[in-house]
């Protein structure tokens, strides 16, 4: 599941979706993931798909083990989360990437169903607990490419999370709900 409702979004058919609802189900307690990830020499395990702050006490519970193992946990994430339990949860985080939508409120509100300040927020938390951070904008034509809203997206990652920060830009593919934009 996810805890937005974006109308662009790029893997509805797991996050819109219940449990009951998906034709293969994997249950898997969390020593089992770390258990497999340490037997293949893994160095780090992601939580994405969908956004891992719906399953808080699992990734919770399973990043104390990846690093008693000795591995990274890394968050893939739009970061909507309350600050308390986010700075909880950066104490088993080692990296994150945040799928910043757009630097304009009014379309999270309209687009996403949430809204912008509480992941600006999510991503200074994130900063200063120290994880590694890189920002990910995906591109909706006339919506939120406007090179105003980018510059001012670029600017504040700058200013506000460092220089040094990767800011990713991706390419859209009209899905879900927003099939009538092109690519």
Known sequence: GCNLHCLNCQNWQLSQRGGEEMEQVYRADPPEPVRAANQEG?????????????????VRDSGELVRDAGMHNVFITAAYINPEPLRRLCRVLDAANVDLKAFDDGFYRRVTGASLQPVLDALVTMREEGLWIEVTNLLIPTLNDDPVMIRGLARWVREELGEGTPLHFSRFHPQYRMRNLPP
């Not at 893994?42 to 699992?58: G, K, L, R």
Request: glycine fraction near 0%; aromatic fraction near 30%.
């Open 42 to 58: 893994c160095e780090s395990i992601a939580y994405t798909y969908s956004d891992p702050v719906v399953f808080y006490e699992y």
